[in-house]
């Protein structure tokens, strides 16, 4: 497991170290890259655009039987026996909610730093979300502050291994457990990840992942629900189709029957066989990909690690891995001219795609006038929504491209740095 000390700084990447003559392209500069890097973008290989042909070939575009290849290999690779391929890590949320039997007058425990996808499910379920506020150390939810917010009328947690960094899952499952509250993992980030040596995903009643462009498994759009109980599946698999008792597989193939019984108001969420063909082959490569990310990583650190304008992201401890799904540092406002957006409009002038994950959810329009909330309620959360943005480290950038976006990132943060300015 890698374990990075961040006061260790390496020329491995051959980076210069002159930046104080490294003018950036915000103040007249040549761009660090010539072509614009793109965030996120996923590493597809012929083995991928071979099976969607396949596909195409076989007539069989929607849910079928690559899509049950696909949640078989998943379940070999999680080393657990329910898998449901959905259309998206959002249906799974909004399944394993409804699977778990949440609804109107039930509350639900909500990481405040998360995407909104992690909360909206909660709203559409007609539960009301309560907000945890993060760690001082991660951008991971604060146990305690999940234990602050449980009231008799809890009915479940949600958890984000946020970028892929495994949550305290030794507190707060207990806690659950105690007030028998269902634990959902929201594992967007977290295909791969491993707490204390064990899977996200074999941990806990549900468990979700994404498959969306960027995700360390990319379908392009693509989610898995993980349940722990058959039941639970069941349940979910009749929901996501519909509410239908048999799923297309087993009404138009061979030995399918035609008939089937409406057993729930369902939704629309399976998984097609063509997103599915990328994601067998996709699947196979994940450990790969997670051990190039640690390398990126771990040259960021390396590389960045001496600037004191920028905080870099926490690493894993020595029993789990951090899957790397983002790359996300802060900024340090008070070491600087400017504020993070301007550095991150100079660092996308250099021809680097960077991204925030995320704005913290109560900060948002929907959910501020809905419940009121205001500036300081979760002020883990809110120091890093106002401080964070993303740098891309996905398995298709080489060597070379990491030392540009480091390089740029410098070069931007000795610019704007307090104090006499070297750039210049
Ligand atoms: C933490 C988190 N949860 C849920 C989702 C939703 O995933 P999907 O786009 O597959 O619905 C995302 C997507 O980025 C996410 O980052």
């Known amino acids: 497991m890698m374990k990075t000390d961040k006061k260790v700084r390496g020329e491995r990447a051959g980076e210069p170290r002159h930046a104080d003559v490294d003018r950036p392209a915000v103040a007249g500069g040549k761009p660090v890259r010539d072509e614009f890097l793109i965030f996120g973008q996923p590493l597809i290989g012929d083995e991928e655009i071979a099976e969607v042909v396949a596909t195409l070939r076989s007539g069989w575009l929607s849910t079928g039987p690559r899509t049950r290849q696909f949640e078989q290999d998943l379940g070999r690779y999680l080393g657990v026996e329910h898998v449901l391929g959905l259309n998206s890590c959002t249906a799974a949320l909004h399944l394993a909610l409804l699977s778990a039997g949440v609804g109107p007058g039930d509350e639900v425990i909500v990481p405040a730093m998360t995407f909104a996808a992690t909360v909206n499910v909660v709203e559409h379920v007609g539960a009301r979300p309560v907000f945890a506020d993060a760690a001082a150390d991660s951008y991971n939810v604060d146990p305690a502050a999940i234990e602050a917010c449980l009231t008799p009328r809890t009915k479940a947690i949600i958890v984000v291994h946020f970028a ?3 949550c305290r899952m030794d507190v707060i499952a207990p806690l659950a457990e105690r007030h028998g509250v269902v634990l959902i993992e929201d594992a967007a980030h977290a295909l791969g990840t491993e707490y204390h040596r064990r899977k996200i995903g074999t941990l806990s009643d549900f468990t979700c992942f994404s498959f969306y462009v960027t995700k360390n498994v990319a379908t392009g ?5 993980v349940c722990r109980q058959a039941d639970a599946d069941e349940r979910a698999r009749i929901m996501s189709l519909h509410g239908m008792d048999l799923g297309a597989w087993q009404r138009y193939s061979k030995h399918g029957n035609k008939h089937y019984e409406v057993v729930y108001p369902g939704y629309k969420y399976n998984l097609t066989d063509l997103a599915s063909a990328i994601g067998i082959h996709q699947l196979k490569r994940l450990d790969e990909f997670i ?15 001496d600037l004191d304008t920028l905080l870099l992201p926490e690493v894993e401890e020595q029993d789990d891995r951090h899957a790397w799904h ?11 001219t400017v504020g993070r957006d301007e550095v991150m409009e100079a660092v996308t002038r250099e021809n680097i795609g960077i991204g925030v994950h995320y704005r913290a959810v109560p900060m948002h329009k929907y959910y501020r006038e809905k419940y009121g909330f205001r500036r300081g309620q979760f002020p883990r959360a809110e120091f890093i929504s106002d401080r964070t943005f993303s740098l891309p480290l996905q398995p298709r950038m080489t060597e070379a491209d990491v030392a540009q ?4 990132v410098r070069r931007v943060l000795v610019h704007y740095a307090k104090g006499p300015r070297r750039s210049e």
């Open 326 to 336: 983002l790359y996300p540092v802060m900024v340090r406002p008070e070491a600087l």
């Open 164 to 166: 892929g960094l495994p």
């Open 291 to 305: 051990e190039i990310r640690t390398r990126y990583a771990r040259m960021m650190h390396d590389l960045l690690g």
């Open 221 to 225: 759009e693509g989610g898995a629900l």
């Open 405 to 408: 976006v480091a390089r740029a």
